[in-house]
C-alpha cells in the first residue's frame, strides 16, 4: 500500500502561485495513475488533474486548464501540482491519490490512499 502525505499549500493573492508536492511511501509509486483533487466547504469533492505512470498522458478539469500542470518524478517519488493565476474560486483543501480502478472515470470512488490534505487559500 502507498502512503501519501500533501505539502504546499498556503494563502496566496489572486493572480499568484502556489506548488503542491505529494510525497509517497513505498517503491511501487511509479505503478499508479496519480490525481488531484479539491474540496471547498459545502461542495463535493471534484477531480482538478492526474498522471499517467510514466508522465506521458495528463488530464485536467475544464476549470484549472491552462493554468495549473500536474507532474511526477518517480524517482524520487513524488507528484507536483504547479497553480499558476491562481482565483478565489480555487480555494479549497487539495488531495492527492492514487487511482486503483482501470475505468477512465475521473470521480473520487476510483482513488484510494487519500492523503490528509494541504488547504489553499486564495485571497481577491
Known amino acids: 500500500q502507498v502512503q501519501l502525505v500533501e505539502s504546499g499549500g498556503g494563502l496566496v493573492q489572486a493572480g499568484g502561485s502556489l506548488r503542491l508536492s505529494c510525497a509517497a511511501s513505498?517503491?511501487?509509486?511509479?505503478?499508479?495513475?496519480m490525481g488531484w483533487f479539491r474540496q471547498a466547504p459545502g461542495k463535493e469533492r471534484e477531480f482538478v488533474a492526474a498522471?499517467?505512470?510514466?508522465?506521458?498522458?495528463?488530464y485536467y478539469a475544464d476549470s484549472v486548464e491552462g493554468r495549473f500542470t500536474i507532474s511526477r518524478d518517480n524517482a524520487r517519488n513524488t507528484v507536483t501540482l504547479q497553480m499558476n493565476s491562481l482565483k478565489p474560486e480555487d480555494t479549497a483543501v487539495y488531495y492527492c491519490?492514487?487511482?486503483?480502478?482501470?475505468?477512465?472515470?475521473?470521480?473520487?470512488?476510483?482513488?484510494?490512499?487519500w492523503g490528509q490534505g494541504t488547504q489553499v487559500t486564495v485571497s481577491s
Open positions: 498522471i499517467s505512470w510514466n508522465g506521458g498522458s495528463t
Open positions: 513505498g517503491r511501487t509509486f511509479s505503478i499508479y495513475v
Open positions: 491519490a492514487v487511482k486503483f480502478t482501470p475505468r477512465g472515470s475521473r470521480s473520487p470512488d476510483d482513488f484510494g490512499s
